[in-house]
């Protein structure tokens, strides 16, 4: 018995067992460990997207914070940047006193101390104290910031009282952003 198969459908035989076992090949060698590394590739970037995503949030939410202390407290952010002008503060707050003298302490104890020390000497003709506390008031309102020290001294004297205190004045240091 004699098989009658055509030249051209063996071929066609040969060439499609051929690119069988090719594509067989193909995707045992090369798809199939590439699929595992994607999936795993996958898998690590949805977890950084997640991540990404959580920090993203944190990012915000710190930045609307910020934003919104800065916008509250302008006020103080500008009055740390102003020098301090001692001729000024004594003309601006003299209206509470008889007498108001600043004084620059030098002898500061910590050298490290970015802050100007001023010793505070005001008289009043009063029966109370209730300018010195107007003063507290206009200070904190003023161009600066400045901290009152205690203790704070009142001493009367016949229809004055006198009083004498220690402050702070707080502003940036101007060289802090350079390089030395």
């Known amino acids: 018995?004699?098989?009658?198969i055509a030249r051209q459908n063996i071929y066609l035989l040969i060439l499609s067992?051929?690119?069988?076992?090719?594509?067989?090949?193909?995707?045992?060698?090369?798809?199939i460990p590439k699929?595992?590394?994607?999936?795993?590739?996958?898998?690590?970037?949805?977890?950084?997207?997640?991540e990404l995503k959580k920090y993203q949030n944190f990012h915000d939410e710190t930045l609307e914070?910020?934003?919104?202390?800065?916008?509250?407290?302008?006020?103080?952010?500008?009055?740390?940047?102003?020098?301090?002008?001692?001729?000024?503060?004594?003309?601006?707050h003299k209206v509470y006193f008889d007498s108001l003298s600043l004084a620059q302490i030098k002898d500061s104890k910590d050298k490290e101390e970015?802050?100007?020390?001023?010793?505070?000497?005001?008289?009043?003709?009063?029966?109370?104290?209730?300018?010195f506390y107007d003063f507290l008031d206009a200070?904190?309102?003023?161009?600066?910031?400045?901290?009152?020290?205690?203790?704070?001294?009142?001493?009367?004297?016949?229809q004055t009282i006198r009083s004498s205190f220690t402050m702070k004045v707080y502003c940036a240091n101007r060289d802090s952003n350079s390089t030395k």
Do not use: C
């Open 139 to 158: 200070i904190n309102k003023s161009d600066w910031i400045i901290g009152v020290n205690f203790p704070i001294h009142f001493k009367r004297e016949a």
């Open 114 to 131: 970015e802050f100007l020390v001023y010793e505070v000497e005001t008289s009043s003709q009063i029966n109370s104290p209730k300018s």
């Open 1 to 4: 018995m004699k098989i009658n």
């Open 35 to 50: 699929g595992k590394e994607y999936r795993e590739q996958k898998l690590e970037l949805r977890n950084d997207n997640f």
């Open 17 to 31: 067992t051929l690119l069988l076992i090719f594509v067989l090949l193909f995707s045992f060698l090369v798809l």
């Open 65 to 92: 914070i910020l934003k919104k202390l800065q916008s509250d407290h302008r006020h103080i952010i500008t009055s740390f940047d102003n020098t301090f002008n001692a001729q000024r503060f004594e003309k601006q």
